[in-house]
């Protein structure tokens, strides 16, 4: 068979799998919305009508992106990005995420033409054989979490992982294609993929998440306004309710006399809200613990982690309340899949809570300086956790040491008292603190903290911090 023969059968018959599929939803459900255009670009329905993408737009199961000189990115409702570059046609195959993974997930694209790269969200993480795109010559499944496919002038395709392992497949056979590798799948069906060290052409830039997006931006797949509800300002990469989670935690109050710090017993399921804060969890062990006051100081980055302090009623699991110089302190994220083997890192501080005392009568403070320096080594290694919390005219230095032990981290060490603390919060006799927290994100690129000092009076000071490389 001639290979220009080969091609225009090959695409012809992935055009017809294509439209099979988006005839089959007639009833067709949201699966993500444009973050943003740049030039020319359509959307076309699963009924064949095309109009102009715009930013906003609803992405529907079944819909076709098309990219003429322009460029695109899309946010799928599971927390995925993919980033079109130009002269790319890109199929929604058939999509289906209820909020939560729960078996029923599906993530199945077709790239027709041109270059994607994608960023998985809970579909690719939690149910790695739901995740599938289609290419005239190969079929990309994934263990992981970001690359990019091509497809090239002669139809073959290439692929190239940025994290995780990508498989690629055709009738011939499969091989997985690492993070930092590339692999081919060449235009004749009988040749099997082949790493190679081909490198794309022309990719298209990382999805990013648009800071300036706003609800009321967004379109119906008609192209009508949506309802701009209370909360209009878009998150970024939100954190997607599913099981996978580590949580690490440190509370103080007075209704409890006292307070305590852990972690989740292994991996837990947890729930967020569309500000991407942490409402719920159940834990291996079959804890469950939810809030349903206020939630106070958190943020989330990267759709990897997030933290923040809560204070109202908390089921935890036994109901507290929590005053306003109180409060739940957390952090969770996605634990690092594969840890570093060796070399020292020092991590920069970016958020934190403000620490609260555990009888109600301190204003919360701020902890304005921390530090985390963690060395790597193979099967585990070592951190040093730095924190210096104030209070006003006085607060607390701790200099805290622990070990790594998979992706978790936990230790302690002495505090010294600055200036002179109220009341319980003394250090007359001997103050002490402790840590447990985690590794997140592909190569432990952030590391999240929750810390609590006990007092020489029997007082608690409990907070949360959040590093990144």
């Not at 002269?87 to 993530?107: C, I, L, P």
Request: proline letters at 6%.
């Amino acid at each position: 068979m001639k290979p220009s023969s080969f091609r225009l059968s090959t695409r012809g018959a992935l055009m017809a799998i294509v439209s099979a599929a988006f005839a089959n939803h007639a009833f067709a459900a949201t699966a993500g919305r444009v973050d943003f255009v740049f030039g020319d670009a359509a959307l076309r329905s699963s009924s064949g009508q095309e109009r102009p993408l715009a930013r906003g737009a609803e992405v529907m199961d079944g819909d076709t992106l098309i990219t003429r000189n322009g460029r695109a990115q899309v946010r799928f409702t599971d927390g995925a990005f993919v980033s079109l570059q130009p002269n790319t046609e890109f199929g929604v195959r058939e999509y289906r995420y209820e909020g939560k993974a729960d078996g029923s997930e599906r993530g199945f694209f077709a790239l027709v033409r041109g270059a994607m790269r994608t960023v998985t969200g809970a579909i690719g993480r939690f149910n790695r054989n739901a995740y599938q795109v289609r290419t005239p010559t190969a079929t990309v499944g994934i263990r992981g979490t970001g690359g990019l496919i091509e497809i090239l002038p002669d139809l073959a395709t290439l692929i190239r992982g940025s994290s995780g392992t990508w498989i690629l497949t055709n009738p011939a056979g499969q091989i997985d294609v690492p993070a930092g590798t590339a692999g081919i799948a060449p235009p004749d069906p009988k040749a099997p993929p082949t790493p190679t060290d081909q490198q794309p052409s022309a990719p298209p830039p990382p999805p990013t998440s648009d800071p300036t997006f706003r609800q009321s931006d967004e379109t119906t797949a008609t192209g009508g306004a949506c309802v701009v509800t209370a909360t209009c300002e878009s998150l970024g990469t939100p954190l997607v309710s599913g099981p996978g989670f580590h949580v690490s935690f440190a509370w103080g109050a007075a209704a409890r006399v006292g307070g305590s710090i852990g972690s989740s017993s292994g991996l837990a399921d947890a729930t967020f809200n569309g500000a991407s804060q942490l409402t719920a969890w159940t834990d291996a062990a079959g804890g469950t613990t939810t809030f349903s006051g206020t939630h106070l100081e958190g943020s989330a980055v990267a759709g990897v982690m997030g933290w923040g302090r809560w204070i109202g009623s908390a089921d935890i699991p036994t109901t507290t309340v929590f005053g306003p110089n109180e409060g739940f302190h957390y952090i969770v994220g996605l634990p690092t899949a594969t840890m570093p083997s060796s070399g020292t890192v020092a991590f920069t501080l970016i958020g934190a809570t403000n620490p609260t005392g555990s009888d109600g009568t301190i204003v919360p403070g701020v902890l304005a300086t921390g530090s985390l320096t963690a060395n790597f080594l193979s099967g585990g290694g070592s951190v040093t956790f730095g924190i210096s919390p104030s209070f006003g005219a006085w607060g607390y230095n701790s200099t805290m040491t622990g070990n790594i032990s998979g992706q978790s981290i936990a230790g302690g060490g002495g505090v010294t008292e600055v200036g002179i603390a109220p009341g319980l919060y003394g250090c007359a006799s001997t103050c002490s603190a402790s840590f447990q927290g985690a590794f997140f994100g592909t190569g432990a690129s952030f590391a999240g903290i929750a810390y609590q000092i006990s007092t020489g009076g029997g007082a608690k000071v409990s907070g949360a911090a959040a590093f990144q490389q």
